[in-house]
């Protein structure tokens, strides 16, 4: 628990957390001031026009009935405290009334040293007459009191808003700290050999949560990858046993029948030797096709010539096989792809139809369009394959059994899904479909 006490101190979120706090501290104190100064002002202002306003009576009753009056109005202003705490009327050297000494004339705003800093006097002085001096003013102390009280409410928030900030970023360093934990452990997980664990997903949307569906994607791409390269190394430990085997026998018997027979003997072994390297050569396409290299040289492509073109390529040849190639095609969007990988993925899908069909099979070449995407499929009326083979025709040198006796080496279909993959389609049995259909759903192509 330390440890996580610890640790949150040092992650981003709290980091930020930091910041913003900093940030919002700043703020108060600048907002502090700025209050501060307006009150202040708003404060001085107001005393002044009171002070303003009693020197405005004092005059006004020396201009009714004269000196005497105008004494009056300062000793009642003194006796009934209103506005102005302090007042003072003198006359030369001569105080005539109020509760401050002998001052200096000045007039208009005037500040008086009072019994401490904060008892300051602010106030207006004025000549009644020539001689005649009035002074009214008021005590800051609660101007002082007020900011003080601004000051301390001012900093009980700053320290409340710290605090909840503070509060704030921990938690959410927690929170991220036992999501980026548990990332952590399935990550470890992954790497001591679970393949299956994947990374907590909260279904909140946010960042860590896409961020996570993306790994767990990734996880599951090569998830996927791992076991189609351990059913690989058994297919191919199990499919080269037979050319390998049927070499090495050709070369003992080339060692120990008469000399006569080693031309055959070699010539055997080496058309066993062209088929693994056939065999290897189709795997390592496969793999340049997956590894997306050729993605670069996508361009803008229509599908309705590149179907008529395979008709009139493997037109003949389905015809010499005893079959019929007919084409169909609509309306449909273009796409982005690579022309000679397409057409190597038709020639897979056409020469399988051919190779694994009996004689008299019409085999159709389709292009519509499904919603917003281009749709190719490869159809024939023949016996079709039986639906719990479905899943298993697109495995890497996966062969029926009674396909077996068939010329190949199970990785047509392969290298047709890997093409698909790589121009981000989607290809798979038309179930339902009369014979055998295989569909190939292409993205439309983007417009500029």
Not at 94 to 102: I, K, Q, S, Y
Not at 190 to 211: F, N, S, Y
Not at 394 to 403: I, V
Request: charged share 20%; aromatic share 6%.
């Amino acid at each position: 628990m330390s440890c996580v006490r610890i640790r949150f101190l040092h992650t981003e979120a709290f980091r930020l957390s930091a910041i913003y706090a900093g940030v919002f501290a700043l703020s108060v104190l600048v907002l502090g001031a700025i209050v501060l100064v307006i009150t202040d002002r708003a404060f001085r202002d107001q005393m002044l026009q009171f002070s303003s306003a009693d020197i405005a009576t004092i005059q006004a009753g020396y201009d009714g009935e004269g000196l005497d009056e105008a004494r009056e109005v300062v000793e009642q202003s003194l006796a009934a405290p209103g506005t102005s705490d302090y007042f003072l009327l003198q006359q030369g050297k001569t105080r005539l009334a109020g509760n401050l000494p002998v001052m200096t004339p000045q007039t208009g705003p005037v500040s008086l040293p009072g019994s401490s800093p904060s008892h300051e006097v602010l106030g207006v002085g004025a000549f009644l007459a020539p001689g005649l001096y009035a002074f009214a003013g008021s005590d800051l102390y609660r101007v002082h009191k007020a900011q003080a009280h601004i000051v301390q409410t001012m900093a009980w928030l700053f320290a409340a808003a710290l605090l909840l900030a503070i509060l704030g970023g921990a938690l959410v360093s927690r929170s991220f700290l036992r999501r980026s934990d548990a990332m952590a452990r399935a990550c470890r997980a992954i790497m001591d050999g679970d393949l299956k664990a994947r990374i907590p997903v909260r279904g909140t949307q946010d960042e860590l949560d896409r961020l996570a569906g993306t790994i767990n994607e990734m996880l599951d791409r090569i998830a996927t990858l791992m076991e189609n390269l351990r059913q690989i190394t058994n297919d191919i430990a199990h499919d080269l046993r037979t050319p390998v085997s049927h070499l090495r026998q050709g070369l003992e018997r080339a060692r120990t029948d008469a000399v006569e027979t080693h031309s055959a003997a070699l010539d055997a072994a080496i058309s066993k030797t062209d088929e693994i390297l056939a065999l290897f050569a189709a795997l390592l396409r496969i793999a340049q096709i997956e590894g997306g290299a050729r993605r670069a040289a996508f361009t803008a492509l229509n599908l309705a010539p590149v179907l008529e073109h395979m008709r009139e390529m493997f037109g003949a040849v389905a015809e010499g096989a005893g079959h019929h190639l007919t084409s169909a095609a609509r309306d449909a969007p273009a796409i982005r792809g690579d022309r000679a990988l397409i057409i190597q993925m038709l020639s897979n899908l056409i020469e399988n139809a051919i190779l694994h069909t009996p004689e008299g099979t019409t085999i159709t070449l389709a292009l519509s369009q499904d919603q917003d995407r281009a749709a190719v499929t490869v159809s024939d009326d023949g016996p079709g394959v039986p639906r719990e083979e479905h899943g298993k025709l697109f495995q890497r040198l996966y062969r029926r059994e009674a396909s077996r006796t068939n010329p190949g080496y199970g990785l047509g279909l392969s290298t047709a899904q890997a093409i698909a993959e790589l121009h981000g389609a989607d290809i798979g049995v038309v179930p339902g479909a009369a014979g055998f259909a295989i569909r190939v759903l292409f993205p439309a192509a983007r417009k500029s």
